[in-house]
């Protein structure tokens, strides 16, 4: 069974100060998803990682994935208060795409 | 572009009541999904359609769930009869490919008393 676990689950942080989020997963996967949620609102897609070494940028934001370790970081560079949101990474299945989930990070950036 | 809506955005039933949530995905996005997270826990995978068929349901909690995608385009979750337990927030999601991004609808809210 995959199971996908992030750390921290929750992050109080200053405003400019730099952190990593991480997300483990099980089982092989080539393909991770950051999502990022308001409370309250929808789910929003960040990042699409689909290869081993896949690195996108953001903004403040960038993801990595590291297929053979089989994780994924999300580092927030110079942190903003708008950034404060619940973070989630999810892993898809293989071949039935279903999309596994972290429990999701909750960060909050003070001014 | 029309994002994904859901309908109701919250819902306050009874145990034994019925409930019907609705989904609408993006226009031409033949991957349907449905989400459920419960207090403090995780987001679960319920099901997925690709265009009208059942792809894969395997995150169905119970016979109590019944999902439908009637044409191959809007979507309802129905709970009968609902239990405590069914409480939480659920979410829709569609996609245009596989392996693209899913895109949520803002949830349900459901709350069974």
């Known amino acids: 069974e995959l199971k996908v676990e992030q750390n921290p689950l929750f992050l109080s942080m200053q405003e400019g100060k730099n952190y990593t989020i991480y997300c483990n997963y099980s089982t092989t996967s080539d393909r991770l998803y950051w999502y990022r949620q308001d409370p309250g609102k929808s789910l929003e897609s960040l990042f699409v990682l689909l290869s081993n070494g896949a690195v996108k940028q953001e903004g403040r934001l960038m993801a990595s994935l590291d297929t053979k370790a089989r994780l994924s970081t999300l580092h927030i560079t110079a942190a903003v208060h708008d950034l404060s949101a619940t973070y989630f990474c999810a892993v898809d299945m293989g071949s039935n795409y279903q999309l596994i989930w972290g429990a999701g990070t909750k960060l909050i950036i003070k001014p | 572009e029309a994002g994904v809506t859901q309908f109701p955005s919250h819902s306050v039933i009874e145990k034994g009541q019925t409930v019907t949530l609705r989904c609408d995905p993006i226009s031409g996005h033949d991957n349907l999904y449905w989400y459920r997270r419960v207090m403090g826990k995780e987001i679960k995978f319920l099901l997925h359609?690709?265009?009208?068929?059942?792809?894969?349901e395997s995150g169905m909690p119970n016979n109590r769930f019944l999902a439908e995608r009637t044409g191959g385009t809007y979507s309802t979750l129905k709970v009968q009869p609902a239990e405590l337990e069914d409480s939480g927030v659920y979410f829709c999601?569609?996609?245009?490919?596989?392996?693209?991004?899913?895109?949520f609808g803002d949830g349900t809210r459901l709350s069974i008393l």
């Open positions: 359609f690709v265009k009208e068929s059942k792809q894969d």
């Open positions: 999601a569609s996609s245009q490919g596989l392996q693209g991004a899913q895109h």
